[in-house]
């Protein structure tokens, strides 16, 4: 556990009141009531007014009820994805922490991860007293005055801030440990499957994109690249959306199109089992592609499937975000980096490549 020097630490200050926006505004507090219920009898001036007031204060309206004073005894938890059981593990071990404290855990779900915004908002509106956020793609600067605010936890992305606390797994490690496991087989054609969002377009070229980004899966992609550079052989890189049978699709296309790679690396277990449900579906076993996942989630372990894969423990992330947002709750003020170890659990999807 590492401890962030803030330097100049931006303060905590409180959030704007309806009061400040009709003084901003230069209007009265049931005028703004008025624009924000959008009344009937509101003139235009009026409106631009306080819509400029609120933009200028970064006024969140809250849908809770205005007379509750104090604490709401609730933190939230926003995921930007409901189908990968990765995210499901951390959820788990949230409610494992939170057990037998005051306070109960929102899950805020968004449908994509372009949508983390949203759902920070919507889980704030509720006037919880802290948020954990998974990997979001939401302005940093707008994250950071968020959890001036309201005590925060980043999950996944490895640019910590002065502003709140990060749980990182050590994914330079991971990739590390799977390509030297592939290596160490005999592998030299190996692929890698990463996941982009759906509302990002098809990069022109993947092995540029993932050299910048603090995203898990753009860490663990250099790491590839790095390592398949060092040793000459030419990397394949490979995006897809999120889902499993998004990459099945991305992974039978390039299976259809192309000389197939002996091994293939893929960002999460998710993707993963959407390339081994295209393997099967051709009859190619890990003697003609091994396929290694990365999060180790429950799914990975079963006989049918037996996923290499790397454990960076999602129980023990989810935990870590809780403890960590009890102590900001009792006053710690200084940021945080907590980064989980993780191992390789090698199982039979993976195995020496066939000799032609």
């Not at 797994?169 to 499957?193: C, K, N, P, Q, S």
């Not at 299976?255 to 993963?272: I, K, R, V, W």
């Amino acid at each position: 556990m590492a401890t962030i020097d803030a330097g100049e630490r931006i303060p905590r200050r409180q959030a704007p009141t309806i009061a400040d926006v009709a003084r901003e505004a230069r209007v009265s507090r049931a005028a703004v009531s008025k624009v924000l219920r959008n009344a009937y009898g509101v003139s235009e001036e009026m409106h631009q007014r306080v819509q400029t007031a609120i933009e200028q204060l970064d006024y969140r309206p809250r849908v809770a009820a205005r007379s509750m004073r104090g604490s709401s005894y609730t933190t939230g938890l926003e995921i930007p994805q409901i189908t990968n059981d990765f995210l499901t593990m951390i959820v788990h071990g949230a409610l494992e922490a939170i057990e037998g404290t005051p306070y109960r855990l929102i899950v805020g779900p968004v449908t994509s991860p372009a949508d983390s915004q949203q759902g920070i908002e919507s889980l704030a509106d509720r006037q919880v007293d802290a948020l954990i956020s998974v990997v979001p793609l939401t302005d940093r600067a707008w994250l950071e005055r968020m959890s001036t605010r309201t005590p925060t936890v980043i999950v996944g992305s490895h640019e910590a801030s002065p502003c709140f606390d990060t749980v990182v797994g050590a994914d330079e490690t991971g990739a590390h440990l799977v390509m030297d496991h592939l290596f160490d087989l005999g592998h030299r054609h190996i692929a890698h499957l990463t996941r982009r969002a759906a509302e990002t377009p098809q990069p022109a070229d993947p092995r540029d994109w993932l050299q910048t980004g603090h995203d898990p899966h753009d860490i663990r992609g250099r790491v590839y690249l790095e390592r398949m550079r060092e040793r000459g052989y030419t990397p394949i890189v490979l995006t897809t959306g999120a889902e499993e049978l998004e990459a099945r699709a991305a992974w039978s296309e390039f299976l259809d199109t192309a000389d197939h790679p002996t091994a293939l690396f893929a960002g999460n277990d998710t993707l993963a089992i959407g390339a081994l449900r295209a393997n099967v579906e051709r009859g190619l076993g890990p003697e003609v592609i091994s396929v290694v996942g990365y999060d180790n989630t429950t799914i990975a372990s079963h006989p049918a499937l037996s996923l290499t894969s790397v454990d960076q423990s999602g129980h023990s992330m989810g935990r870590e975000s809780v403890r960590l947002l009890m102590e900001r709750l009792e006053g710690r003020k200084e940021s945080v980096l907590v980064e989980e170890p993780v191992t390789l659990k090698v199982r039979s999807s993976t195995t020496r490549p066939r000799q032609p």
